[in-house]
């Protein structure tokens, strides 16, 4: 079993529609929750951040991290065309260097 | 660049060879990390430089891969004797030292654009 799961997708939504892509994983040690967002051909680049448990806003995104479940999800309100990418979760422990575990990556086609 | 350069960004070689891929990270970034990306599949760590600390190279899948790292500039992983396997994109970061960036502890990796690997 993969430390970090993500269903790969691929997901394809209308314009406007909202979009949630979500992560589980077995770590409990775990502290520090990211989403990266890759687009075709380029390197990821960072999108949401957070914190132990919680939400966390950020003009259309949404990220929530749930420690009691394993379970961290992004959600994307009025989706649109240029939101068409790739979406990596990445999460490492509390103390521990850069080394981010990520997740699989979720593909998505956002249909104007 | 204000960004991270790495080259080449597409390479073809032959099963048994020798590969060298290079990475200038961002200037002043202390850290820097290999990761490795197969087709379809999310990123794989590799090694991580920390200023003259030394590497943590729990990722290197076999000995036949080796990075290297002169002080907080460029670094260059070498693959010998390449196998199929071994073809996948690889993507180099930087960051400011874990836990020191502008806002507590950002988690920010800035990937350069990757070299695309393809074993014949």
């Known amino acids: 079993q993969k430390e970090v799961e993500q269903d790969p997708g691929p997901l394809s939504v209308p314009e406007g529609a909202i979009v949630s892509l979500n992560c589980t994983y077995s770590?409990?040690?775990?502290?520090?929750f990211m989403w990266y967002r890759q687009y075709s051909r380029k390197g990821p680049e960072l999108l949401m951040y957070?914190?132990?448990?919680g939400n966390k806003e950020d003009g259309r995104f949404t990220a929530q991290v749930d420690k009691s479940s394993k379970y961290i999800s992004l959600f994307i309100r009025d989706s649109q065309p240029s939101d068409s990418a790739t979406y990596l979760c990445a999460m490492t422990t509390s103390g521990n260097t850069g080394k981010l575990i990520f997740g699989q990556g979720t593909t998505l086609q956002v249909k104007p | 660049g204000a960004g991270v350069s790495q080259s080449p960004s597409n390479k073809v070689t032959e099963k048994g060879k020798d590969v060298e891929l290079r990475c200038d990270p961002i200037?002043?970034?202390?850290?820097l990390y290999w990761y490795r990306q197969r087709l379809g599949q999310g990123l794989e760590f590799l090694i991580y430089f920390q200023g003259n600390s030394a590497p943590d190279k729990s990722g290197l899948p076999s000995d036949r891969f080796s990075a290297e790292r002169t002080g907080e500039s460029v670094s260059t992983l070498t693959i010998q004797r390449t196998q199929q396997e071994d073809s996948a994109v690889y993507l180099c970061?930087?960051?400011?030292?874990f836990g020191r960036g502008p806002a507590p502890n950002t988690g920010e990796l800035f990937f350069g654009e990757g070299s695309r690997l393809t074993v014949l």
């Open positions: 957070t914190y132990s448990s």
């Open positions: 200037s002043g970034h202390t850290a």
């Open positions: 970061a930087s960051s400011t030292k």
């Open positions: 770590n409990s040690a775990f502290q520090y």
